[in-house]
C-alpha cells in the first residue's frame, strides 16, 4: 500500500452552448505558444481547435491530447439531440486519422500543456481570451494513493501472470533454467 | 521580414488564366497602411476612368486589412473594392466572418483580379498552391450552397469560401458575395465578380502571422479585451438599447422593436406607422425570433455576438446580422417571419439586404400609381408576400420587369420614365439608402449623407452620440470617461448640446463643430478599414475600445511601422482624399453630394451651403469638392493633382479652374 498524496487535476470546462464559435481560444494558444511568446500566431498550430460547423449548429473546442502512433480500431460518431458530430469529434488525440494537433510544417504532435509559464498563468490563455466563458477553468486537489513504484520487469511479468497463471510461468522457468 | 502583413498579394488574369504572386512595396504600408488604403491605390495607378464597371480592365480586389490575422480582436474584414456598376464610382464594400484572417495565414494579403474568364470558374487558394477550378457545375446554385459544395469537394471543411448567387451570375447591380455569416453586399461587388465569372474563392491557410513587438501588441490586446468587458457590464444609460453596447447593433438579440418600426418608413420609404408597436406584434415576433433562431454567433476571433443562426420553418438554416432583420418587414409591411424567410432566399441568390426590399416596394409603387402596369408583371400573385416573392425571383433571373429592377431604382426609374423618378426618392449618388424621413435637418448628418463616398451612413456615423441628452448632469456623466475623443473640445460640444432652444438642431453643433465631429467619426471608419478593424468595435459605437489614442500603438506594435496620432491622421487622409480622386476622375462632383430630398422636412439651404463650403475647405477640397493642388501635395499625392491637371480637373497655375469654366465643363 502506498501513501496517501495530493494532486492537483486541472479542468477546463467546455460549455459548449455558450461557444460562440469565433477561435479567439485558437489565436491566443499558438501565440503563446510562439518562440519568443507572442510573435506569431496561427491556429493551425493550436493545441485547442474549436470544431464549427454553424450551419448544423456544431460547436465543439477540443483540446489537444496524447500523440498516438496509430488510429484506433474503429470510429465513433456521437449524434446527440439530433445533431451529428463529425467522426472522432471529441477525441483529443493526435493522430494519424486526422491532421487535428500537428505543427502544420513538421507534423510533430501538439499537446495541451494547461499553459505552463513562469510566473504562472491564473489561467490557460484561451481561457482567459474566452469571454463568452464557454471556456471555464477549474482546479481542485485530490487525495490520491500514490502506488508503490514497480520494476519494469515485475510489470512484464505480472502481464504473463495474468494471462498464464503464475504456476505455468514459475514451470517455464524451471524449464529454461534446465536447459543452461 | 514583414509584420502583421504577409507583403505578397496574388495577381490573377482571368483572361489568361494566369496567377502571380507579387512581392508589395512596404513603402505603400507606410503611406497607405493597408486594405481599403492599399486597394485605393491600386485602383487608381491601374483603373483609368474610362474603364466600365463590367470592362476586363476593371479590378475586383479582395483584401485583409493591415491587422487581420493578428490577435487583435475583432479584427477580421475583407474589403472588397471595385468600380461599382450602380453607381459608376469606387466601390468598397466590407465583410466580417473568417475569409481575411484565412488568407493571410495563406500567405497573402490580397487577390487581385484582372480580366474575364470565358467559363464560370472557382479560385482555390491552398497555402502556396493556387488553383483555377471549373466551377460550371456550380452555375446558379445558392450562394451558401455553393460554399458547402466547394468544401466538400475538396474535402476541406477548414476552407473559407465567399461566394456569390445567382444574382451575381446575372450581374444584378447590388448582388452580394456571401461568406458564411457575412457578406459584402453594397454596391453591387457581387455583379462585378459575376462578371469576372468567378463563382467563388475558397482559401485555406497554415502559416504564421508575426507582429514586431509581441510583448506590446498582445498588451495592448489584453488591454481591449478589458475594456470589451467593462463595456458589456456597463451599458451606456440614456441611449437607445442598440446605441448602449458594442458591436453591431445587436438586433439578432434585440426583441423590441418598437423604436425602429415607428421610426424608420415603411414600404418604399415612406410610411410611418407611429402607433405600429403593441404589446401583441412584440409577443408575436419574439415567438417568431425564438423559435427560428438557434444561437448567437461572432466573427473570427470576437466575443461579440451580432449574428445569429436562423431557421425559417421548411427553410434551409441560414446566418443573419445586423437591420437585414427588419428591411424585408418593413419593405413589404408585413411581419417578422415574412422577414426571415424571404431574407434567408435573398441571401442564396446573394442580394443586398439594404437595396433589394426598397427596389422591390418601389416596383409595387409604381404598380399602384399606374407607371407600371399588369402587362409589366404577368403572372404576379395577388397577395402582397407572394409579389415579394415573385418579384425577388423575376429580379436575380433578370426576366421582364426583373431586368429593370435589377439595376436599383435610379437607373430603373431612367429606364421606365413616365414620371419613375419621383418614386425613386431615396438613393445617394444613385444608391438605396436606408429608410429614414425625420423633420428637423441635423447638421452633422447633413455633412455625413454629402460628403460620405461609402454611401452608407451605417459606415460613417459613430462615436458622437445621435442625439443630446436632456439634461446637463447627464451630458456630465457621459463625457466623464469619454476617453475615446482625439481633442477635449469635443467634450464640450456636446455638453452645450441641447435637445431644444438656442444650442439645438439645426444651428447647434455649429458649422465649424458640425465639420469637427464629422472629419473625427469619418477618419475613425477609414482607419478600420485600413486596419480590417470592424467597426462594431471602433468607429460605430460609443465609447469603443479601439479609439485615434492605442491605434498608433497597435500598428506601430503590429506592423513595425512607426506611428503616432498625428501620422496615422495624415496616413487616414491621404487615402481617404485618394478615393475621393478616384470618384472625382470617375465625374463626381459637389452636384451629386446631397442626401435625398426628402429626408427631413425642415431644409435650411443657406446653411446647408455653409455647411458644405467649410467642410470641403476643411478636407482640402476646393468648392467643387475636388482635392486642391496645395493639399494633394501636403499628402504626398502630387501624382494625383498632376493627372488632374492633364484632364483638366485643375488648371495648371492656381490650382483650381474658375467656377464658371466648371459649370461650363458640367454642362457639357
Not at chain 2, 119 to 134: F, H
Not at chain 2, 467 to 476: F, I, Q, V, W
Amino acid at each position: 500500500m502506498g501513501e496517501k498524496k495530493t494532486k492537483i487535476v486541472k479542468t477546463i470546462k467546455i460549455d459548449a452552448d455558450l461557444c460562440n464559435g469565433c477561435r479567439a481560444c485558437e489565436v491566443i494558444c499558438s501565440a503563446f505558444h510562439a518562440t519568443p511568446k507572442y510573435s506569431s500566431n496561427n491556429p493551425a498550430r493550436s493545441r485547442i481547435r474549436v470544431i464549427r460547423d454553424p450551419l448544423r449548429d456544431v460547436y465543439v473546442p477540443v483540446y489537444a491530447g496524447e500523440y498516438t502512433a496509430s488510429e484506433c480500431m474503429g470510429r465513433d460518431k456521437y449524434v446527440i439531440d439530433g445533431k451529428e458530430y463529425d467522426e472522432c469529434a471529441f477525441c483529443r488525440a493526435s493522430c494519424p486519422s486526422r491532421d487535428l494537433f500537428k505543427e502544420p510544417d513538421s507534423g510533430l504532435p501538439l499537446k495541451c500543456d494547461m499553459c505552463e509559464d513562469d510566473p504562472p498563468q491564473e489561467e490557460p490563455l484561451c481561457v482567459q481570451w474566452c469571454i463568452t466563458d464557454a471556456l471555464t477553468y477549474e482546479e481542485r486537489e485530490e487525495e490520491v494513493e500514490e502506488e508503490v513504484e514497480q520494476e519494469e520487469m515485475e510489470i512484464g511479468l505480472e502481464a504473463l501472470a495474468d494471462k498464464f497463471g503464475l504456476d505455468k510461468i514459475m514451470d517455464t522457468v524451471a524449464r529454461m533454467s534446465m536447459k543452461d | 521580414m514583414r509584420y502583421a502583413e504577409t507583403g505578397f498579394n496574388l495577381e490573377i488574369d482571368l483572361t489568361r488564366g494566369n496567377i502571380e504572386r507579387v512581392e508589395t512595396d512596404p513603402r505603400d504600408t507606410e503611406l497607405y497602411l493597408g486594405g481599403l488604403g492599399t486597394n485605393a491605390k491600386i485602383l487608381w495607378d491601374r483603373v483609368p476612368p474610362e474603364v466600365e464597371p463590367f470592362s476586363p480592365e476593371n479590378l475586383l480586389i479582395f483584401s485583409a486589412g493591415l491587422l487581420c490575422g493578428t490577435p487583435a480582436t475583432g479584427c477580421n474584414r475583407t474589403i472588397v473594392s471595385t468600380i461599382s456598376p450602380q453607381t459608376e464610382l469606387m466601390a468598397f464594400s466590407m465583410m466580417g466572418g473568417f475569409w481575411a484572417p484565412e488568407l493571410k495565414y495563406a500567405g497573402y494579403d490580397k487577390v487581385i483580379f484582372r480580366g474575364k474568364s470565358p467559363n464560370l470558374v472557382y479560385l482555390w487558394i491552398n497555402n502556396d498552391k493556387v488553383e483555377i477550378r471549373d466551377a460550371s457545375h456550380l452555375q446558379g446554385k445558392g450562394a451558401i450552397e455553393t460554399a458547402e459544395l466547394i468544401q466538400d469537394e475538396l474535402n476541406e471543411p477548414k476552407a473559407q469560401v465567399a461566394a456569390i448567387g445567382l444574382a451575381g451570375e446575372n450581374r444584378i447591380y447590388y448582388a452580394s458575395i456571401e461568406q458564411g455569416r457575412s457578406s459584402a453586399s453594397r454596391l453591387g461587388v457581387g455583379a462585378v465578380m459575376g462578371d469576372k465569372g468567378i463563382k467563388a474563392i475558397a482559401v485555406r491557410g497554415t502559416k504564421d502571422i508575426n507582429v514586431a513587438e509581441p510583448a506590446e501588441f498582445i498588451e495592448l490586446c489584453n488591454e481591449v479585451l478589458e475594456y470589451i468587458k467593462f463595456r458589456n457590464e456597463n451599458p451606456i444609460p440614456g441611449v437607445m438599447t442598440i446605441l448602449k453596447g458594442l458591436g453591431s447593433p445587436q438586433e439578432m438579440a434585440t426583441h423590441d422593436e418598437k423604436w425602429h418600426t415607428e421610426n424608420f418608413m415603411w414600404g418604399n420609404a415612406r410610411v410611418r406607422r407611429r402607433d405600429f408597436w403593441n404589446e401583441e406584434i412584440a409577443k408575436e415576433w419574439k415567438e417568431t425570433m425564438e423559435s427560428m433562431q438557434t444561437r448567437l454567433i461572432s466573427c473570427y476571433n470576437c466575443p461579440m455576438k451580432c449574428g445569429a443562426t436562423i431557421t425559417p420553418t421548411g427553410q434551409p438554416t441560414y446566418m443573419m446580422k445586423c437591420f437585414s432583420k427588419l428591411t424585408y418587414t418593413m419593405a413589404a409591411m408585413s411581419d417578422l417571419e415574412f422577414g426571415f424567410k424571404i431574407a434567408g432566399l435573398a441571401q442564396e441568390y446573394g442580394v443586398d439586404g439594404y437595396s433589394t426590399p426598397q427596389v422591390m416596394a418601389f416596383a409595387l409603387e409604381l404598380y399602384e400609381n399606374g407607371i407600371l402596369t399588369d402587362d409589366d408583371f404577368p403572372g404576379m400573385p395577388s397577395d402582397n408576400e407572394g409579389r415579394f416573392y415573385w418579384l425577388l425571383d423575376r429580379i436575380v433571373r433578370r426576366e421582364g420587369i426583373g431586368d429593370v429592377l435589377a439595376n436599383g431604382t435610379y437607373w430603373a426609374a431612367q429606364q421606365i420614365g413616365k414620371g419613375a423618378e419621383e418614386y425613386a426618392h431615396n438613393t445617394i449618388k444613385k444608391h438605396e439608402q436606408l429608410p429614414l424621413k425625420l423633420s428637423m435637418l441635423n447638421p452633422v448628418y447633413f455633412l455625413m449623407y454629402s460628403t460620405g463616398e461609402k454611401i452608407n451612413i451605417t459606415q460613417i456615423e459613430g462615436q458622437f452620440p445621435q442625439a443630446p441628452y436632456p439634461k446637463r448632469e447627464h451630458r456630465e456623466a457621459f463625457v466623464k470617461d469619454w476617453f475615446q475623443v482625439p481633442d477635449e473640445k469635443f467634450k464640450q460640444y456636446f455638453l452645450d448640446w441641447e435637445p431644444r432652444g438656442e444650442n439645438s438642431n439645426p444651428y447647434y453643433p455649429t458649422v465649424q463643430m458640425s465639420c469637427d465631429i464629422v472629419d473625427w467619426q469619418e477618419r475613425m471608419h477609414y482607419i478600420d478599414d485600413a486596419l480590417g478593424m470592424c467597426s462594431g468595435l471602433s468607429s460605430f459605437p460609443l465609447k469603443p475600445p479601439y479609439h485615434m489614442h492605442n491605434y498608433p500603438k497597435f500598428i506601430s506594435a503590429g506592423a513595425g511601422i512607426e506611428m503616432d496620432e498625428d501620422k496615422l491622421t495624415q496616413a487616414a487622409k491621404r487615402y481617404r482624399t485618394l478615393v475621393r480622386a478616384i470618384n472625382i476622375r470617375r465625374g463626381m462632383r459637389r452636384k451629386d453630394e446631397k442626401p435625398p430630398e426628402d429626408h427631413w422636412k425642415k431644409r435650411f439651404p443657406e446653411l446647408e451651403k455653409e455647411l458644405l463650403d467649410t467642410y470641403y475647405k476643411l478636407k482640402g477640397w476646393n468648392n467643387d469638392g475636388i482635392p486642391t493642388k496645395e493639399s494633394l501635395h501636403e499628402l504626398g499625392l502630387d501624382y494625383v493633382s498632376e493627372d488632374f491637371v492633364e484632364r483638366g480637373i485643375l488648371s495648371d497655375d492656381e490650382g483650381t479652374l474658375s467656377e464658371e469654366t466648371s459649370t461650363e465643363t458640367e454642362k457639357k
